[in-house]
């Protein structure tokens, strides 16, 4: 069974990990950071794609927040290049910050709309 393909957005000490670990175990993933030299750590490796969060959620089933917090995600989510804007039917959202527990309901309630 060919596994889905998984998106990290946010490069620092856990996404970094976390994205590493994922392209040992899985045939393709997509990175992302604001930081070039975050995504330049990842350009060379096997299977990894280097995609903005919008072409993340065109192209994955799940994507995983390592960034900072609330404000960050609803960044990535916003607008005609965002998240929300592109999603693919049935994109798994998993929200893994230290993040405002009421803003990540309505960003939640946002993106379960769409």
């Given at each position: ?28 993933i ?20 280097i ?30 290049d ?5 999603a ?27």
């Amino acid at each position: 069974m060919r596994q889905p393909k998984v998106g990290v957005v946010g490069l620092g000490n856990m996404g970094r990990g976390i994205a590493v670990n994922l392209a040992k175990a899985l045939r393709s993933i997509a990175v992302w950071d604001v930081a070039p030299a975050a995504r330049a750590r990842f350009a060379d490796k096997k299977g990894v794609t280097i995609a903005t969060p919008g072409e993340m959620a065109r192209g994955c089933a799940v994507m995983f927040f390592v960034v900072p917090g609330s404000a960050e995600i609803a960044q990535c989510l916003n607008g005609r290049d965002g998240v929300l804007a592109n999603a693919r039917r049935g994109l798994a959202i998993y929200d893994l910050t230290s993040s405002d527990p009421e803003k990540t309901r309505k960003l939640a309630s946002r993106a379960a709309a769409k």
